[in-house]
């Protein structure tokens, strides 16, 4: 059984870079799939962030692209996202998944965490 | 690019079909048969109920059923049920490599 689970700060303050990263277990990384993340801001709907293929080739969502970075650490079996330059429209409920077979099947998800963008 | 087009709210009484609708283009929906839909309740984290238009993960309900046509996909919920309420989302793989969301339907039962 995947398990996914984020961690990193839950208070980010504008301007700065919001890194989170996600522990996989159950699953090597190395071995397939797609790997990504997706945001919630509260109250509102789905948005993708980016994904990134066990090659290490990446995709992100054109209107995040300029501030998306997503990477992988197989030794450590977890993978990453930083978003710089930050604001309040920042601030959402993120969650890490796994891409299975194609890269819009999120058949994993992490139980969400919760950022705030705030000074 | 531009979000998915799904209705806000569907209802239905229990043991009736509802059928939610999303609206893309030809370069998305259209285009592949890599539309997934997701069903999402209060405080939890989305579940992946239909993937590549018609398929359904291992132990989700027979009762649940996705299709398509031309630049529009369906999620069919039949037999509607109590624990079906929770919001559902549509997404779909684009030509530009990239997975666009819908807005997101509220299902009701009555």
């Known amino acids: 059984q995947v398990q996914l689970q984020e961690s990193g700060p839950g208070l980010v303050k504008p301007s700065e870079t919001l890194s989170l990263t996600c522990g996989a277990s159950?699953?090597?990384?190395?071995?397939?799939?797609?790997w990504g993340w997706i945001r919630q801001p509260p109250g509102k709907g789905l948005e993708w962030i980016g994904t990134?293929?066990?090659?290490?080739?990446?995709y992100y969502n054109p209107s995040l692209k300029s501030r998306v970075t997503i990477s992988l650490d197989t030794s450590k079996t977890q993978f990453s996202l930083k978003l710089s330059s930050v604001t309040v429209a920042d601030t959402a409920i993120y969650y890490c998944?796994?891409?299975?077979?194609?890269?819009?099947?999120?058949?994993?998800w992490g139980q969400g965490t919760l950022v705030t963008v705030s000074s | 690019q531009s979000a998915l087009t799904q209705p806000a709210s569907v209802s239905g009484s229990p043991g009736q079909s509802i059928t939610i609708s999303c609206t893309g283009t030809?370069?998305?929906?259209?285009?592949?048969?890599?539309v997934s839909w997701y069903q999402q309740h209060p405080g939890k984290a989305p579940k992946l109920m239909i993937y590549?238009?018609?398929n359904r993960p291992s132990g989700v309900s027979n009762r649940f059923s996705g299709s398509k046509s031309a630049n529009t996909a369906s999620l069919t919920i039949s037999g509607l049920q109590a624990e079906d309420e929770a919001d559902y989302y549509c997404?779909?793989?684009?030509?530009?490599?990239?997975?666009?969301f819908g807005g997101g339907t509220y299902v009701t039962v009555l």
């Open positions: 030809s370069s998305d929906v259209g285009f592949y048969d890599y």
């Open positions: 159950g699953y090597a990384i190395s071995s397939g799939y797609y």
């Open positions: 990134i293929y066990n090659s290490g080739s990446t």
């Open positions: 590549e238009v018609t």
């Open positions: 998944t796994r891409g299975r077979t194609t890269m819009v099947t999120f058949d994993y």
């Open positions: 997404s779909s793989y684009t030509t530009s490599y990239t997975v666009v």
